[in-house]
């Protein structure tokens, strides 16, 4: 599975009318056990965390939604295949997910 996080840069110059905002987009290739083990470690992450890091839970709750997400789509597709789905047999999807603001 391909994972891809965009960050966004901004610029910013003295004169307010140049500011520029850059995006970059950093891509990981995870296998299901990687997704596994990285959610393990949000879930420590955010019991863990104090209560004055809200933004960071916050993070941390987002990334394990998103993951819980990807896992459950994975899952469909691949049963479906397994089952002998004729729409589903050595079949390769891209999807985007995104996580709201």
């Not at 965390?49 to 933004?55: D, I, T, V, Y």
Request: glycine share 2%; aromatic share 6%.
């Amino acid at each position: 599975m391909v994972y891809t996080i965009g960050k966004a840069r901004r610029q910013t110059t003295n004169n307010n009318e140049n500011d520029r905002q850059e995006s970059e987009a950093i891509t990981f290739t995870l296998s299901m056990a990687d997704i596994d083990d990285h959610k393990r470690q949000l879930t420590f992450c955010s019991v863990d965390a104090q209560q004055n890091m809200f933004c960071n839970k916050t993070l941390i709750n987002s990334q394990l939604k998103l993951l819980q997400t990807i896992e459950k789509i994975y899952i469909i597709l691949k049963k479906l295949e397994m089952s002998g789905h004729p729409d589903y047999q050595l079949r390769e999807e891209h999807f985007e997910i995104r996580l709201q603001n």
